[in-house]
């Protein structure tokens, strides 16, 4: 039933609902002038509405919805234009990793220094995923910079309290390669 209501959708309102559901909230200074008429259309819709001088989707479903309607490749590239559109190091971090497929060391390296920052602020588990992800983007050919990386998101999921489920697997994985 949300499919067929969001299908309804013209392509510009389903556009700006896949920035604002990608972004984790609807925030027109960062989805862009762009996306303006296309978020009018989903309040038009009772798609989203606005609580409290805050707008967000009517319903968490249409928001998980809207992402599924959208290919991986339409999901990275939304990822990478919010990249591309936030103040924030550590929210452009994340949605760069996100939206990055490829091995690229300078994508890796703001995913290591997010991590790190946000490990400072008391966010272990967030920064764990982040070096894991960097780790990931890292070249094949840099064993020493996967290495590390990997190492630091074992210590942070350790530090989080995930040590069961995550810091083996990660350690094998290294083992692996070592």
Same mark, same amino acid.
């Given at each position: 039933?949300? *499919?067929?209501?969001?299908?309804?959708?013209?392509?510009?309102?389903?556009?700006?609902?896949?920035?604002?559901?990608?972004?984790?909230?609807?925030?027109?200074? #960062?989805?862009?002038?762009?996306? #303006?008429?296309?978020?009018?259309?989903?309040?038009? +819709?009772?798609?989203?509405?606005? $609580?409290?001088?805050?707008?967000?989707?009517? @319903?968490? %479903?249409?928001?998980?919805?809207?992402?599924?309607? @959208?290919? +991986?490749?339409?999901?990275?590239?939304? @990822?990478?234009?919010?990249?591309?559109?936030?103040?924030?190091?550590?929210?452009?971090?994340?949605?760069?990793?996100?939206?990055?497929?490829?091995?690229?060391?300078? #994508?890796? %390296?703001?995913?290591? $220094?997010?991590?790190? *920052?946000?490990? =400072?602020?008391?966010?272990?588990?967030?920064?764990?995923?982040?070096?894991? *992800?960097?780790?990931?983007?890292?070249?094949?050919?840099?064993?020493?910079? $996967?290495? *590390? $990386?990997?190492?630091? +998101?074992?210590?942070?999921?350790? #530090? =989080?309290?995930?040590?069961?489920? @995550?810091?083996?697997?990660?350690?094998?994985?290294? +083992?692996?390669?070592?």
């Amino acid at each position: 039933a949300l *499919r067929t209501r969001l299908t309804g959708l013209s392509d510009a309102a389903r556009e700006a609902g896949l920035a604002a559901a990608t972004l984790g909230r609807i925030d027109t200074a #960062v989805i862009g002038d762009t996306h #303006v008429a296309g978020l009018d259309e989903l309040r038009a +819709a009772g798609v989203v509405d606005e $609580r409290s001088g805050i707008t967000w989707f009517s @319903h968490p %479903l249409l928001a998980s919805t809207l992402l599924d309607l @959208h290919t +991986a490749e339409e999901r990275s590239s939304a @990822h990478l234009k919010l990249a591309t559109a936030l103040d924030d190091p550590d929210e452009r971090a994340l949605h760069l990793g996100r939206g990055t497929e490829s091995a690229s060391e300078p #994508v890796a %390296l703001e995913l290591e $220094r997010a991590a790190g *920052r946000l490990d =400072a602020r008391g966010a272990p588990e967030t920064a764990a995923l982040l070096a894991k *992800r960097a780790a990931t983007l890292t070249p094949a050919d840099d064993t020493a910079a $996967r290495t *590390r $990386r990997l190492l630091m +998101a074992a210590d942070l999921y350790q #530090v =989080a309290g995930e040590g069961r489920d @995550h810091v083996l697997p990660l350690l094998e994985r290294l +083992a692996g390669t070592l």
